[in-house]
């Protein structure tokens, strides 16, 4: 409720005072769309596949073993999603350091 009050606020209310008139109208462009459909799509099932495995193996154990083996994998589940926003945010920041100066690649490796 706060995000679209928010929302609605910024919109109505604060963009009407800054523009007046100003009616927020989304407008959807075909011709737009169309070039990067492919794109959009081949992004969507890749990371739908990405993430079916931490769907599946806590229902598979679930079903498997029982509840309270699934309540056990689940919470050395989640220790391990931690670890893994970490590596993955490391890897994120690397590679954009390494893209802004490939030069010290091998000392940002090391840092």
């Known amino acids: 409720m706060a995000t679209a009050t ?3 606020l910024a919109l109505i209310h604060f963009l009407h005072g800054v523009y007046r008139g100003y009616l927020p109208r989304p407008v959807i462009s075909c011709s ?8 959009v799509f081949g992004n969507y099932l890749a990371s739908l596949f990405n993430s079916a495995a931490s769907f599946i193996f806590p229902l598979m154990v679930l079903n498997l073993l029982g ?3 699934s309540a056990y994998f ?6 391990n999603g931690v670890i893994g926003i970490i590596a993955g945010g490391t890897a994120s920041s690397l ?3 390494g893209s ?3 030069e010290n ?4 490796v090391l840092r």
Not at 33 to 38: A, H, I, K, M, N
């Open 6 to 8: 928010g929302i609605f």
């Open 32 to 39: 737009v769309l169309r070039p990067v459909f492919s794109f």
């Open 67 to 69: 509840p309270e083996a």
């Open 74 to 79: 689940y919470i050395a589940w989640m220790k």
């Open 95 to 97: 590679f954009a350091e």
């Open 100 to 102: 802004h100066s490939p």
């Open 105 to 108: 690649l091998s000392s940002q």
